[in-house]
């Protein structure tokens, strides 16, 4: 056993792999979180999509790079971003039909350049990620952008509970409730980005909605979600890491999200506030009173 | 005493529909307003555009002392996420959030706050509890917690009392009384006109295109409330029949 891991280790690719994910999984945790409590994990996941032509022109122009790969993320998603909003606001589309039309137009976009162009990095890589080609760039953008989300979330964490748990008190709080939902969606750009190159464009959103998921299923606290989201998170990266490397023809976003959904499934079935408090037989001190008095009542 | 704040010549509603004009209302310390009217008149709007929240078409807000840095504010129960993981002593203590800012914790004295709250509403053996176990009326009294520790000199409650039980109902009135006493004005968002008779001094009646303001002796009359759309004629009648019975058997 040690020396399987050993001998997985001395790969260098692979400890770039342990590492990246494990700054990547302590930033994305946050993200996930609130994407969840806010009622945007479908958006996400639009927006995870979304972003693809962005990245797939800057690949085409000028290559694999850090800075291609940010600078077209990042127009294509606040462009999205802001055409859904124009969309919702000014026609009769609700936001959520606006984000599914445009984010398939740029999905479908961003694969027909990709095919087009002839490019030298295989299809598959750029959907569901490979842990071959993370570089020192990667790695640098991974630390970058985790930097920044945890930074801003130390300053956004309170707006963001008062705004997600009750958005009508939160805007008669404030002069510009705006910044915090903008500021979180540049966040949540930004991460994706970052998730991009370990687990492709349509398994990046997955290791920040499924750790999230399944955390909720355990705890009733803020705290409770980020901590257990992070381990949860951390252990999934750190599992599918390893499926990868045992099966080397698989990429290493779907055997992360894969793992991922394993815990999420485990939590959904025993967890406290999933499946598992109606599987578990209920404590006296729990039942309502009711029941006593019918009990006494039919005993006597 | 000079109102908190003046409204004068006030049009609300949306480019393509005005729902009232031509409003002018003084809301001065130690008042009780109750906004009525039939649904879509503009209860919950008028409240929005006290907080700012949206403009008005036409007219002028002229506060006496400057817009207070808080206003107290209590929003309809269905713009609310209920399963949203927090406690409900965290919940009121979002009401003081502007004191102690974005790190800081609440100190002795903010929690001490929060307690005095928790337990005015009469939900402090509620304090470590799960939003999402909580009843209807067991968050709204959370929601009130949360508008003492505001601790703001004008408060507005839209629909306070929808989805509680009577109790809870009488509970809730006496804090409102309460804030009254203090010097606080407080608007609130009502459709039981019982309630309102009894506790609220003043009331603005919303409906048909128009609005009306006075005492609530004065807006609140059977012709009135036909008028504007907020009772049927064979509803008024039989309302105020019984408030007539009602006084003659006190007074007996």
């Known amino acids: 056993m040690l020396e399987f891991f050993a001998e997985m280790w001395s790969f260098a690719f692979m400890k770039r792999a ?11 945790t946050p993200v996930g979180a609130f994407l969840v409590l806010r009622r945007l994990s479908l958006a996400g996941e639009a927006m995870a999509h979304a972003i693809t032509p962005g990245i797939v022109i800057g690949f085409v122009t000028t290559g694999l790079s850090v800075i291609s790969l940010l600078v077209g993320g990042l127009v294509a998603g606040i462009g999205v971003a802001i055409l859904t909003a124009l969309l919702a606001r000014k026609t009769i ?34 959907l569901f990620g490979s842990i071959l080609g993370i570089d020192d760039a990667s790695m640098m953008l991974v630390g970058g952008v985790a930097t920044v989300t945890l930074a801003s979330f130390a300053v956004l964490l ?41 687990l492709g464009t349509l398994m990046a959103v997955g290791l920040m909605i499924l750790p999230a998921t399944a955390a909720r299923y355990w705890t009733s606290t803020i705290t409770g979600q980020l901590v ?20 080397p023809e698989t990429p290493s976003g779907p055997a992360i999200v894969l793992v991922a959904g394993g815990f999420f499934l485990l939590s959904a079935l ?10 578990r037989k209920p404590s006296k001190a729990n039942q309502p009173q009711i029941n006593q008095s019918y009990t006494e009542e039919r005993t006597q | 005493m000079a109102p908190i704040l003046e409204i004068r010549n006030l049009a609300l509603g949306y480019p393509s529909l005005t729902l009232f004009k031509h409003l002018s209302i003084d809301i001065e310390a130690g008042t009780t307003l109750a906004v009525l009217g039939a649904n879509g008149s503009g209860k919950s709007t008028f409240v929005k555009m006290l907080l700012g929240l949206i403009d008005p078409l036409a007219g002028r807000l002229a506060w006496s002392a400057g817009r207070p840095g808080e206003i107290g504010y209590l929003a309809q129960l269905t713009e609310f996420d209920r399963r949203f993981p927090i406690r409900v002593r965290d919940l009121a203590a979002m009401g003081a959030w502007r004191g102690f800012g974005l790190w800081s914790g609440l100190g002795k004295t903010g929690r001490e706050r929060v307690t005095a ?20 009326g067991q968050l709204q ?12 000199p004008l408060i507005l409650l839209d629909e306070p009392f929808a989805a509680v039980d009577q109790t809870t109902e009488a509970h809730l009135l006496s804090i409102i009384e309460r804030w ?20 609220c001094s003043h009331a603005l009646l919303l409906g048909g295109g128009t609005a009306t303001h006075g005492p609530v002796d004065e807006v609140l009359n059977p012709d009135q409330l036909v008028a504007q759309g907020y009772l049927s004629q064979s509803q008024a009648s039989w309302m105020f029949r019984r408030g007539d019975q009602a006084r003659e058997q006190s007074h007996a």
């Open chain 1, 270 to 279: 025993l967890g406290p506030l999933g499946f598992g408090a109606r599987l």
């Open chain 2, 180 to 199: 009254r006493d203090e010097g606080r004005a407080v608007v609130l968002v009502v459709h039981d006109l019982s309630s309102v008779l009894d506790h």
């Open chain 1, 93 to 126: 589309l609700r936001s959520d039909a606006s984000l599914a039309s445009l984010y398939l137009i740029a999905l479908a976009a961003g694969i027909f350049i990709l095919s087009a162009a002839g490019s030298a990095v295989p299809l598959k890589s750029f």
């Open chain 1, 228 to 247: 257990l989201g992070f381990l949860f998170a951390l252990s999934s990266c750190w599992i599918g890491l390893t499926l990868s490397y045992i099966f």
């Open chain 1, 158 to 198: 309170r707006p963001l509970i008062v705004s997600t748990c009750d958005p009508v008190f939160f805007e008669s709080q404030t002069r510009r409730p705006w910044l915090v939902e903008q500021g979180f969606m540049l966040l949540l750009v930004l991460n994706l980005l970052a998730a991009f190159k370990t």
């Open chain 2, 141 to 152: 009294r959370a929601l009130f917690a949360r508008v003492i520790l505001q601790d703001a």
């Open chain 2, 117 to 136: 709250a928790l337990e005015e509403a009469g939900i402090l053996d509620l304090a470590d509890r799960s939003l999402h176990t909580l009843s209807g």
């Open chain 1, 18 to 28: 342990f590492v990246v994910t494990t700054v990547l999984s302590a930033s994305v």
